[in-house]
């Protein structure tokens, strides 16, 4: 491989790194749950401690909440809960965002619920709450287990769910706790796109009957209290009065979502597109001879490129070998399109097209969703499905389309569908005639010595 070629490679990994580096390194802070993930730990906490056995039982009488502006009219505040609002008894691993936790709530539109670490969600009856229907919630703690129950009169119990905490202290932190997610709602733009608005909500529980137990502390988890709404209507907070506790909070607890999108690497590679116009030209350039040793260099140093570009910037092991494989492929398709077309440029062009457009155009709110997703499925540009790190959870209301960085195929089902194309080319490389060189099967003409007159 020509010294211009490893210099426009070097580019190519500074185009990921740079951009990705300044990108991540101006997020906010966010916690991080047991398995590394970033997540969403925000919620009003009126908690005391729990040693190694125990439990805390409340009868929740309302839930209530608050959603600001939302559509038609954007113009008023009106009263309600977003289906998953939460509000009930939660077990924490100390008061460190990220910490492990096991709780057992109620929520604006999916009944009672039993969810743990972060990531498990576990149902319980369906349902509302009212002075009239109130539910009775009880989380128990035996060492690292913790169970949640739920009964309708707080004499006949059901388990909703158990969890085992491994590692927890001697004491924890057991209490009420409320919290609600942002309001998400899609609006389209451009040619049918749809980005996120996601507005403040509030979520309120009542609980009485609350079993006998230590001091309580109260306090939030995450920042609170700073929009207008807190500020000069109904600050989040813990207020008992006559045996009845009333919590207010806002946030969420779960896979980081709370701004209507989920976790995703795309949003600090925003210089791939960039890179992999460099490897297409580079593989285009390189292509001097045919040949599979020459496909072979090109995808090996196009692999290395991705794998060292996209390894700096979202170090996981998976993505960056999967982008790496997906550079490869895109490069060794060039090449062949080189061998097919005759032309740099024409090789170029169409890689161009096939690749580069299709990932940029999903990338962006720019078409409907379900188009963004059909290109995905169908063109090579579905092999970049390898960067994803979006995971769909039932129990998160979020935007999950290829804008946001959700691909409609699985990393591994992406890159056969990329590999599927330089499959089809080498077998159309294959089958065509052999280029003949010029003058190849025209008649040969040979003109006589012409013989000197003797003297």
Aim: proline share 7%; with cysteine; glycine share 10%.
């Amino acid at each position: 491989m020509r010294k211009r070629s490893i210099v426009a490679l070097a580019v190519a990994v500074l185009a990921v790194v740079v951009p990705g580096l300044l990108l991540a390194g101006s997020q906010g802070p966010a916690g991080r749950g047991d398995s590394g993930i970033e997540v969403a730990d925000r919620f009003w906490f009126l908690h005391r401690d729990l040693g190694p056995e125990g439990s805390l039982t409340v009868r929740l009488t309302a839930m209530t909440g608050t959603i600001t502006y939302p559509p038609p009219d954007h113009d008023e505040i009106v009263s309600g809960l977003v289906p998953w609002a939460k509000a009930g008894i939660i077990v924490k691993d100390g008061l460190q965002r990220g910490s492990p936790y096991a709780a057992v709530m109620m929520t604006g539109d999916h009944g009672v619920r039993f969810q743990h670490h972060y990531r498990h969600d576990v149902a319980g009856n369906p349902g509302g709450v009212s002075e009239q229907t109130p539910r009775w919630l009880r989380l128990t703690r035996s060492g690292d287990t913790v169970t949640g129950f739920e009964s309708a009169d707080g004499t006949h119990w059901q388990t909703v769910g158990v969890a085992r905490l491994d590692g927890l202290p001697e004491t924890v932190q057991i209490g009420l706790f409320a919290t609600s997610p942002g309001d998400l709602t899609l609006r389209e733009v451009a040619l049918g796109g749809a980005v996120e608005e996601v507005r403040f909500t509030q979520a309120v529980g009542v609980f009485d009957n609350v079993s006998a137990g230590g001091p309580w502390r109260s306090e939030p988890i995450g920042e609170m209290n700073r929009t207008d709404w807190e500020k000069r209507h109904q600050a989040s907070g813990a207020v008992e009065k006559d045996g009845v506790i009333t919590v207010s909070g806002t946030g969420d607890i779960g896979p980081l979502s709370e701004e209507g999108s989920p976790a995703t690497s795309g949003a600090v590679l925003v210089g791939l597109p960039i890179a992999l116009i460099i490897v297409l030209v580079v593989a285009a350039v390189e292509m001097l001879a045919s040949g599979v040793r020459t496909l072979l260099t090109i995808g090996a140093a196009s692999w290395v490129t991705g794998l060292i570009a996209v390894g700096v910037v979202v170090p996981v092991p998976r993505v960056a070998l999967g982008v790496g494989a997906a550079l490869a492929l895109c490069a060794v398709m060039t090449a062949q399109l080189r061998q097919l077309l005759r032309r740099r440029w024409a090789a170029v062009l169409a890689s161009s097209l096939l690749i580069v457009l299709p990932y940029v155009v999903t990338s962006v709110p720019l078409l409907p969703d379900p188009v963004a997703q059909w290109l995905l499925r169908v063109t090579p540009a579905a092999g970049f499905a390898a960067r994803q790190t979006a995971v769909e959870y039932p129990q998160v209301v979020a935007h999950y389309a290829p804008s946001t960085g959700y691909f409609p195929l699985s990393w591994w089902a992406g890159l056969l569908v990329l590999a599927a194309y330089p499959a089809v080319l080498a077998l159309m490389l294959r089958r065509r005639p052999a280029r003949r060189p010029v003058g190849a099967g025209k008649p040969q003409f040979h003109r006589a010595p012409k013989r000197t007159a003797d003297v």
